[in-house]
């Protein structure tokens, strides 16, 4: 999604269409007819159980990860209560062990973070090759808050691996992105963006919406409470490094993320803090 964010953006061949209406959804859109066409649940995370999230669904992500984001992730910020995942961003110091006087790595040379966040990752645990993914869930909209749910190949290095961002926001804006490796072994994007004032904003923002994609042998949709955001054709996003790889025909794993700050997601400073990133379940179908 995001997470490595230097937009080469193509010529987009998605499909985009107006959100306009969605804000007149009911307040708890149930998910699509998921068992049409074939499909069947392979995957369920439904978070019931108070606590940790399950060690056997997820790892998580420790320190600076990317992005130049202010944030320090860590265990401690993710938890399942009342059957949600929350990820939960504060605005507390945080002593970095890897500081190092006068590094150029930004990882490096900041003495400590202002923010402490979560993020959690199936790799090495589960990752699919094709199928619907869904998940129910709520996002923060202020200033500097950027959550995420994406995933990436299980092989290769970034971008050659692939990256889908399912569900993104930062400064405005809800996306919905595709990523591979273009010319010259930069990131290339089909990206779509939507402006959250144009959803309803704030109020749009405080209800539980649905996200979910389709991903086929042929093609990757995106959409929002059954709105379609972004369609790709799988055949137009083959790695342009000579390999002749489609990072979309291996399995990819899934990330959540709440991030602050940094390269895209704008400035936290006005910001009250806590802020939350909520997840009602994830269900993974296939055919």
């Given at each position: ?9 193509l ?9 306009s209406g ?6 708890n859109?149930?998910?699509p007819?998921?068992h ?8 369920a ?9 399950d ?8 320190g ?6 202010y944030?320090?992730y860590?265990w ?6 009342k059957g949600?995942l929350i ?6 110091k945080?002593?970095?062990p890897n500081f ?9 040379n ?32 202020r200033?500097?808050?950027?959550p ?16 889908i961002?399912?569900m993104?926001?930062?400064?405005k ?6 990523a ?12 779509t ?8 904003g704030q ?8 996200w979910?994609m389709d ?9 929002v ?7 790709v054709?799988?055949?137009r996003?083959?790695?342009q ?16 993320d ?18 939350r ?11």
């Amino acid at each position: 999604m995001k997470k490595y964010i230097v937009k080469l953006l193509l010529p987009v061949c998605a499909v985009c269409i107006s959100l306009s209406g969605v804000a007149q959804q009911r307040k708890n859109p149930k998910p699509p007819a998921l068992h049409s066409d074939g499909y069947k649940l392979v995957w369920a995370e439904e978070f019931n159980k108070d606590g940790a999230p399950d060690p056997a669904n997820w790892r998580y992500e420790l320190g600076f990860e990317r992005n130049e984001e202010y944030q320090w992730y860590q265990w401690e910020n993710a938890r399942c209560e009342k059957g949600k995942l929350i990820l939960e961003a504060k605005r507390e110091k945080k002593t970095n062990p890897n500081f190092k006087e006068g590094s150029s790595d930004w990882k490096k040379n900041r003495r400590e973070a202002d923010y402490t966040s979560a993020s959690i990752k199936t790799q090495g645990l589960h990752s699919w090759l094709y199928g619907r993914f869904v998940m129910r869930g709520k996002i923060d909209i202020r200033d500097g808050i950027w959550p995420a749910w994406w995933t990436l190949g299980t092989k290769g290095s970034w971008p050659a691996t692939g990256e889908i961002d399912i569900m993104e926001y930062y400064r405005k804006k809800l996306l919905a992105n595709i990523a591979f490796m273009g010319a010259d072994r930069k990131d290339a994007w089909f990206s779509t963006e939507k402006n959250i004032d144009s959803l309803g904003g704030q109020a749009w923002a405080d209800q539980f919406h649905i996200w979910r994609m389709d991903w086929y042998e042929s093609s990757i949709a995106l959409y929002v409470d059954n709105q379609l955001l972004n369609k790709v054709s799988l055949n137009r996003l083959v790695n342009q490094d000579g390999t002749n790889i489609n990072p979309f025909k291996q399995p990819h794993y899934m990330l959540l993320d709440l991030a602050i700050g940094g390269k895209q997601g704008g400035d936290p400073s006005k910001t009250t803090f806590p802020a939350r990133f909520e997840v009602d379940y994830i269900r993974v179908y296939q055919k």
